[in-house]
């Protein structure tokens, strides 16, 4: 049964929550632009610097005043539209969901397992902090509006281009060109004022969304062959051959592994503990999944989704719950939603929230939780369903509050469990079983161990994973530093690239692991490298899925497209997953 578009049980409530919104809007609107006059970011303090601007504490006086008496006068308004608005989120399903037509059911599923018994899906998960714009600030981070579009068009540049990467086949090779850094053309920066001309030009692409989904083919991976022998002439009278990664067919040894490509360069795919990586300056191709972290902002979120439309015709946004809520469900007085934003190029069969009683202090004010959902793939060989499951969640953040992260994960367990348990269907095929977002706690601070030993980790697969406090040695932080988000060295999504591939650089820009009180930080141990804090994760889970269904790990990829627009490193997780036949 396909998802209800509206939050609401009718158009008459809809439209009832509409009105009170408008009317709180605009003292909720001024009452941001006082918070944002006092906080600058670090891009406007070196721009009244180079200027010589000394009038800065003037505008902020005078702008303070102007927008609290236009605050004062929009405010008997506000408390009559919260009147109206608060007591409709008891009605409301705590998410909304957008859903593009498509000019034929076929162009949303996938044909893979149908036609061979194996497909590929890509995951993508990313922290925007699209806060209301005073709050971003504090992240050092402005213009939510702004930078919603702008990332919106970034996404939609990485996942649209076509995946094709050179495996030379030389034993003296020693790299793979990936069309990451040397075929595709990329902005010169990805600052939000730098990228607009850019992100017309993406978007003018995509004007027509029913077009594109019609037209975006669920993959379009392709690898060329070069075969080359150091002691024989390269044959000359036969085109090199074109294979699809999607089928894997390249990849594949006689026990059913993938192998290592045999050429691999700098900036392009490496294989290390038999996983694929690659850090790469664009979003991975044919990212079939996005799961997106603190999108708080409805206006951003609404933004983004006109900017994903065109690619993703299935997206769930504003997740979560406002106001008061029965005693069991929230803790206390919800100010903002989850957070939480999905967009799938699958259709959304079912789908579930749930929120977490257990938040506290300045976490307690969002309502943070579980979006768990289940997707149409397509079908199998024998005409038998496909479904995958997709889960997303963001934890707890203050450091210190591991029993409270712990509870959670507890509670996250527990809950893909019941949702799975009421929503699968005897006839299915269940292909992945995927958990992303942003855990707020990493796999190397000391002050973590509690979650990283987490029962959670035994069902699910982490990639990055060696062990409880242990990464391998390839992983990369995923958490920036805040101050240092606009300097030259991780400016640019390039930039960010070099600068994550150099450990010495790393250690300037990724946040470092967090100590026990009290006792003295001995990180890296000898030997290991430096890989700072990796509070975003995407894992994957085997035993919940089909029983003739095996799942191989394709690529791991640090994405550094949105440099200058969040201070996380969004992650990619490409997944084969290989069908045999059912008894």
């Not at 996983?275 to 300056?281: H, M």
């Not at 369903?385 to 992260?405: M, Q, S, W």
């Not at 960010?496 to 790393?506: A, C």
Request: contains cysteine; hydrophobic residues 35%.
């Amino acid at each position: 049964m396909a998802l209800q578009v509206s939050p609401f049980p009718n158009g008459f409530v809809a439209g009832i929550h509409a009105v009170g919104w408008a009317f709180v809007l605009p003292s909720f609107w001024f009452l941001d632009r006082i918070i944002a006059l006092c906080k600058s970011t670090t891009p406007e303090r070196s721009q009244r610097l180079e200027q010589g601007c000394y009038l800065h504490p003037l505008k902020v006086f005078f702008g303070s005043i102007v927008f609290f008496v236009l605050f004062l006068a929009t405010a008997p308004l506000g408390l009559l539209g919260f009147i109206i608005w608060a007591p409709l989120q008891a009605c409301r399903r705590p998410f909304s969901y957008h859903r593009e037509t498509p000019s034929s059911p076929e162009n949303e599923t996938h044909k893979g397992f149908e036609l061979v018994g194996k497909a590929s899906f890509g995951f993508a998960t990313a922290n925007l902090c699209l806060l209301p714009d005073s709050l971003a600030r504090f992240n050092n981070l402005g213009h939510t509006q702004r930078r919603a579009t702008v990332i919106g068009q970034h996404i939609v540049q990485g996942v649209c281009r076509p995946n094709i990467r050179i495996f030379v086949d030389s034993p003296s090779s020693c790299g793979t060109l990936s069309p990451s850094c040397s075929i595709l053309p990329s902005a010169n920066s990805s600052s939000y004022g730098a990228t607009e001309e850019l992100a017309q030009t993406v978007v003018s692409h995509h004007s027509d969304s029913a077009e594109v989904n019609s037209s975006i083919p669920k993959s379009n991976s392709d690898v060329v062959c070069v075969p080359f022998d150091d002691t024989e002439e390269p044959p000359t009278d036969s085109p090199s051959p074109l294979l699809n990664t999607n089928h894997n067919s390249n990849q594949q040894g006689e026990g059913g592994h993938r192998s290592a490509p045999r050429a691999l360069l700098s900036q392009g795919l490496r294989q290390q503990d038999d996983i694929p990586w690659e850090v790469s300056s664009l979003f991975p191709a044919n990212v079939d999944i996005l799961c997106l972290e603190e999108v708080f902002d409805k206006r951003a979120a609404q933004k983004l989704t006109q900017a994903l439309r065109p690619v993703y015709g299935h997206i769930l946004y504003d997740v979560g719950v406002y106001a008061c809520q029965p005693p069991c469900r929230c803790s206390s007085f919800k100010f903002f939603n989850s957070g939480l934003f999905l967009a799938s190029r699958f259709p959304v069969l079912d789908a579930q929230y749930q929120c977490f009683p257990n938040s506290r202090g300045e976490d307690a004010l969002a309502a943070k939780g579980l979006l768990s959902a289940k997707v149409l793939i397509g079908q199998n060989q024998k005409r038998k369903k496909v479904v995958g499951y997709f889960n997303c969640t963001h934890l707890h953040a203050p450091e210190g509050d591991g029993e409270i992260r712990c509870e959670q994960l507890n509670l996250i367990t527990k809950w893909i469990g019941d949702f799975q348990a009421a929503t699968k269907l005897p006839d299915e095929d269940i292909a992945f079983d995927v958990l992303c977002g942003d855990f707020n706690f990493d796999n190397c601070s000391p002050d973590d161990t509690l979650e990283q030993n987490h029962r959670l980790f035994e069902e699910y697969r982490d990639p990055c994973r060696a062990g409880p406090g242990k990464e391998k040695p390839w992983v990369i932080g995923t958490l920036l530093e805040q101050p240092t988000l606009y300097e030259d060295y991780i400016n640019t999504p390039e930039k960010l690239q070099r600068t994550l591939e150099s450990e010495d650089l790393r250690k300037r820009y990724i946040s470092p692991p967090v100590p026990v009180d009290d006792c003295p930080l001995v990180y890296p141990e000898t030997g290991q490298p430096w890989i700072g804090r990796r509070i975003d994760y995407i894992l994957y889970r085997e035993n919940s899925i089909s029983n003739h269904c095996r799942t191989e790990i394709e690529e791991v990829t640090f994405i550094t497209q949105l440099a200058g627009l969040t201070d996380h490193i969004p992650v990619g997780l490409r997944l084969n997953v290989i069908m045999g036949s059912s008894e």
